[in-house]
Each structure stands twice: as C-alpha cells, then as structure tokens.
C-alpha cells in the first residue's frame, strides 16, 4: 500500500497545482473543455468547479464557471437545429453538479434560478425508471439516471440547509421548489432498484441482460447513498430508508433498504476489483460523443463510501494507478489509455473524488497517520456481545454499550461463511475446515473473513467491528465468532 500512502500525504499539494494549472486555461467565456485546449462544455467546467473546492479556492474564477454554467445549460440543451448541442440529459445531470459544488455561491446570480430550470426540464422528460440519454428514446439509461438522483439529492440537502419558505435570487422559494425535487428523486430511485441485479450490481445496459458494469454499479451505489444519506432541516433523516421494491426487471421483486443496497453493491466493487482497479470502462450508451468511464478512480470512491477501509488490499492497484497518473510536467493527472497518457479534466475530476473520498473516510476514523492506525481501530472499535441469525440471509448483531441489535443483510457467501463457524464449536473453526465446509481454497478464506467484516462495519455505519475474531483451533489458524 506505498502508493496509496504515498498518493495520499501528496493529495493535498497536488490538487493545489492541479487547481492553478485550471485556473491558467480557463476559458475566456469562463468554462473549461475535456482537455487544456479543448472548447468550453457544461460537463468539464462541472468537473473542474470541484477540483477548486478541494484545493479551497473559491472567488472570480468560481463565479465566472458558474456563470457559464447558467448560460450553457438551457443553451447546450436546445436541439441542434435549434442552436443547440442536442437535448442530452447529461447537460442537465452534470449542470446541476457544476451549480451545486460550491454552495456558497447557491445566491450567485441566476445559480438558482437555472437549478430551478434544470427541475422543470426533468419533470417533463421523465420515462419509465427515470431519464433516457437523450429526449427521443425510451429506453432509461443507468449512467443519467444515477447522475440526476445523486445530483437532485444534494440539491434537496441544499435546500434542507438554507430551510423552508426562504426566497431566493430569480424568485426561487425552497418549499416549493423542494417540493417539486423529491417525486423526482423517488421516480429515480425506483428506476435504479428495478434495475438492480440480484447480485448487487447493474449491468451496463437497461431491460436486457448485459455483463454487469462496474462503472454503472459504482454510479448507482453513490447515488443512493446521496438519498439515504441527507438530513432534514430538523436533523432527522432526509429519506425515510424503509424496505423498497428491487430487482423486478431481473428475476423475483425483493425487498431492500438502500442502506443495504449500497453495501451490497460495496461488497460487489471489492469481491470483483479485478474488473476495474487499473481500467477505465466504455460507455457505448452515451450519444453524441465517446464516452470513458474512469472505472479505477470511480470504483475506488464508490467502494469507500460503501464503507471500505482506503486501505483495503483491493484497492491498492487502484491507489497505485493513481499515483502513477500524476503528471507534474501537466500539473494533472493523466486519464490510462491504449493511445497513450494524456492529462485531462476527466481524469483529475475522478481522481480528486476518489482522494477527497479517502480523505473524509480517514478523517472519520481518525486512521490519518498510518502509524497509529491499530491503537485507534482499537480505541473506534465495536464491540460484538451477541449474534443471532436473522430471517433469510440476515444476521443480528448487538454491540457492548449499544442499545439494540443491528441487522447486516449480507450476500448468500457471506453468509454461509458466518453460518459455518456460528454452527461450529465455540473455539472456532480451523481456515481448512472452514474451506472445506465452503469448497474454497484455504487461501481464498481471510478473503471472505475481510469482506465480511467489513459489511459488518458498514450495518454500524461504518465503525469499525469484526464479527469473526483470528484465533488458534487445534493448534491450527482459524477463526472464532465474536461474543463468545
């Protein structure tokens, strides 16, 4: 994990070059294009506004991008023969990222008022399970409709924050205009869990059985947990997270949480980080342009904030990529390709939301400096007193000093993983009786045990917890439950 630590302690000073290489090629109309030379659009200026926040500049430069953002976006929209760039959901999506990512600025001149516009749009191009790539066909398209949930979520936490019957520039007023935000949200969502494998992943494409995709699983899974996550004006939750349809256009209706649906999804990024961790993914949906999914950078983030550690084993080819993707002749990060490295906004927009990710995570877990990172697991840690087995492939869990128990939906191997060693001894199980129970190589158990864990840390909103404890059986290395 060098690269990751590495990557890290130099986070901070890169997104500050990378930040006044930005400012150096702004734009004269104030926008930003896919490369340092390239034509002002609404999705790179939205990447770059982001970039300056994590680099803690704000001012002109971030007034004169949200400025070409409210000129842009009901512009680019208009159809091409009209004199615009096409009637793409993805200006609407992005836009509402670009406009939200300073919030201080949410009372700049005409920032309302175009989100406001953005609302409207989505209200009347709605399909079945949420938006379509581009007005004219039917078909939902994952990638915009993850972008417009994850994107009006934090609109709705916006206007939560500025609180009700507040009258803002162009004649915005918050109640109403949260009002018209949240059917929006819950149509998206809708479309998102009925398009939801079994597995916990989504495919690239909609309706058709397609290979699941890592980026569009990754997409999905920040989304919701955007939604799940908020907090009302009074401090109680923005979502109610009660069980919801899923899975209906892939086999039988279940009934999910989206809290469990985002750590489900987690565990489908590690379990698969094989897929993704140095490449980035093709989306042939995306019309009008070819579309590069940054699969190493977005996958990584998505993951942590399903509730892995940054310095979970699989995410270190990943870290390492990222690492070596800075260019300080650029001053940014190189995007990975078969034509060659070259530094783009995309790369270093991903890239700085994967840090920014791994940085707020570390944060919470007070694991910032290596060095003290088993002392303060230890001193964070819950402590797991009692553990029952729940209706389908759900396990209880009570934790010392915590009122109630806990339930972990956990996927069908994780749970024969705790269903073997709860069924053995109170000693524990041996790793080659446990692999034998579960015909997996002895080496492939401590993989599962990690996974495991780690759902179980997430169900304590991301504490860490260990339902399996290391311990000698027979003289052999195995594993024991906790609270035995």
Same mark, same amino acid.
């Given at each position: ?120 749009? !989505? ?11 581009? !007005? ?41 205009? !949260? ?287 260990? !339902? ?17």
């Amino acid at each position: 994990m060098k690269s990751a630590y590495v990557g890290l302690t130099a986070f901070e000073s890169r997104a500050g070059e990378a930040a006044r290489t930005l400012l150096r090629n702004q734009g004269y109309d104030g926008g930003w294009g896919l490369t340092l030379t390239s034509v002002s659009s609404i999705v790179n200026t939205s990447e770059v506004l982001p970039i300056l926040r994590a680099a803690g500049i704000a001012g002109q430069p971030v007034r004169q991008g949200l400025d070409f953002l409210t000129s842009a976006i009901p512009e680019h929209s208009r159809p091409r023969p009209k004199g615009g760039r096409g009637e793409h959901t993805r200006f609407i999506a992005f836009g509402l990222a670009g406009l939200l990512s300073h919030p201080r600025f949410f009372h700049h001149h005409g920032v309302a008022e175009t989100a406001a516009w953005c609302v409207g749009w !989505l209200e009347d191009h709605q399909v079945d399970h949420g938006w379509p790539e581009v !007005l004219g066909l039917d078909d939902t398209s994952l990638h915009q409709t993850a972008l417009v949930v994850h994107r009006l979520a934090e609109l709705r936490d916006a206007l939560h924050n500025f609180g009700p019957g507040l009258l803002l520039p162009g004649g915005v007023e918050t109640s109403s205009l !949260l009002e018209r935000v949240e059917p929006l949200i819950d149509h998206g969502v809708h479309g998102l869990l009925y398009h939801r494998r079994p597995s916990g992943a989504w495919g690239w494409r909609t309706y058709i059985d397609t290979d699941p995709s890592p980026s569009k699983t990754a997409l999905c899974l920040l989304a919701l947990s955007t939604v799940c996550s908020g907090t009302g004006p009074g401090g109680e939750p923005a979502y109610r997270d009660g069980p919801r349809e899923a899975c209906g256009v892939h086999g039988p209706v279940r009934l999910k949480r989206l809290s469990d649906v985002v750590v489900e999804a987690g565990q489908w990024l590690l379990y698969n980080h094989h897929r993704w961790e140095e490449f980035v993914e093709d989306d042939k949906d995306v019309q009008g342009t070819a579309w590069v999914h940054m699969a190493y950078a977005l996958c990584t983030q998505a993951a942590i904030r399903a509730g892995a550690s940054p310095r979970d084993p699989c995410l270190a080819k990943a870290w390492k990529l990222m690492n070596g993707l800075w260019d300080p002749e650029a001053g940014l990060w190189n995007e990975p390709g078969a034509s060659g490295k070259r530094a783009t906004i995309r790369a270093a927009y991903y890239t700085v939301s994967a840090y920014e990710e791994a940085m707020q995570r570390l944060a919470r877990m007070n694991l910032a400096d290596p060095a003290s990172e088993e002392a303060s697991e230890a001193s964070a840690e819950m402590v797991i007193v009692h553990v029952a087995l729940g209706p389908g492939r759900t396990v209880l869990l009570g934790a010392r000093d915590s009122e109630g128990n806990v339930a972990c939906e956990l996927s069908e191997r994780l749970f024969d993983v705790v269903k073997v060693v709860y069924d053995a001894p109170e000693a524990g199980m041996s790793t080659e009786g446990i692999a034998a129970r579960l015909y997996v190589a002895p080496s492939s158990v401590p993989k599962y045990v990690q996974r495991l864990n780690q759902a179980v840390s997430a169900a304590f909103g991301g504490a860490p917890a260990r !339902l399996l404890l290391a311990s000698t059986v027979d003289g052999a290395s195995g594993y024991r439950l906790a609270g035995r």
